[in-house]
């Protein structure tokens, strides 16, 4: 039995418009979450183009003949090697756009995160650029698969900060990563053996903003229907505040 695969995104409570993308694409066994940033619904057309990057190389490496847009590193794994060489392609084509040439008026500075979860047999890999998160929920826990590319992020791992200060932090929005911020970019990627029932799960910081590790685990416990509890997450974010976008992929191994 294959995997299944299921997402939903919602502009929230506060938003006039949705920066977010979400590709859910069960034929490449791949889903993706885009959290686009920039002036001028800028934000909007890089995780736009983020998501149609991935799935234009994905449908493009099915050919195993073909010609991939950068260089395939032998010292890595292939699932590692497709969520790079997916996201590095994207951050390309996000700096194109925006490179204040005719028709990229208000796009230059544009740029997105990125999660992307693949999944072949018993094994995922998580790729990530920025904020937003990976996660594997197994048997009611759920466990980070992500760490954020962030300025806080930054500061905790140095020990500088109490907790107090963590609580308090005043730019917990500034990231330290993104697709588009630079003409190369660093995709960090981790691998985790699956169990029956696993699900992975990826979203944007609208979801993990607004509602906590152990209420999200709690949801994906209760509701078994994978769809239904992508909208339950979502919905419980709107019921906190709902502040920002919020957007979910999930992928689940069955039992």
Known sequence: MGFEFAGATDVGRKRDHNEDALLVLPEHSVAVVCDG?????????????GVETVKKFFDIVKDPDATWPFRYDREK???????????????????????GSAGAAGKRGMGTTFVGCLVREKKAWFGWVGDSR?????????HPTTSDHSLLNE???TG??????I?????????????????????????????????????????????TDERIAEILAKEPELQKAA???????NANGGVDNIT????RLPS
């Not at 917990?172 to 699900?199: C, F, H, Y």
């Open 37 to 49: 940033m920039g002036g001028h619904e800028a934000g909007e057309v890089a995780s736009g183009i």
């Open 77 to 99: 794994d292939e699932g590692t090697n497709l969520l790079s060489v997916a996201a590095q392609w994207a951050n390309q084509r996000i700096r194109e756009a925006g490179d």
């Open 134 to 142: 990976g996660y594997l929920w197994r048997r009611g826990e759920l």
């Open 155 to 157: 500061l905790i791992k």
């Open 160 to 165: 500088r900060l109490s907790e107090e200060e």
């Open 167 to 211: 609580a308090n932090f005043q730019h917990k929005n500034v990231i330290t990563r993104a697709l588009g911020m630079a003409d190369q970019t660093e995709v960090e990627v981790s691998a985790w053996d699956l169990e029956p029932g696993d699900v992975c799960l990826v979203c944007c910081d609208g979801l993990t903003g607004m509602v």
């Open 231 to 237: 909208q339950q997450l979502i919905d419980e974010a």
């Open 248 to 251: 979910v992929g999930l992928v």
